[in-house]
């Protein structure tokens, strides 16, 4: 069953001033019916939050942790709940 969820993902490392929310944002969109955000947090990490088909997050997860993301990735923390709606899209806070 591949039912909706909601995946909020911490990204440590040399993540913010290098384009890892645009390309966030993209690989959202490449993989489909994701909606959230990507932002970036004043500790420097960015908070990702995907709503959508379970296996879709689990796609990004991925993406987050092992893709060829731009700047370097040291740790990736997620935690996984109910989706809670009120998304547009794909955005970049």
């Not at 959202?28 to 420097?44: E, K, P, Q, T, V």
């Amino acid at each position: 069953m591949n039912e909706n969820v909601r995946l909020t993902a911490w990204v440590r490392g040399h993540v913010q001033g290098v384009g890892f929310r645009w390309f966030t944002r993209a690989n959202a969109l490449r993989i489909g019916d994701l909606i959230g955000f990507a932002s970036n947090l004043s500790d420097g990490r960015v908070q990702v939050v995907a709503e959508g088909p379970r296996q879709g997050c689990e796609l990004l997860l991925e993406w987050l942790r092992t893709g060829d993301t731009p700047g370097r990735v040291d740790g990736v923390t997620e935690i996984w709940d109910r989706p809670k709606g009120g998304y547009e899209g794909f955005e970049i806070r």
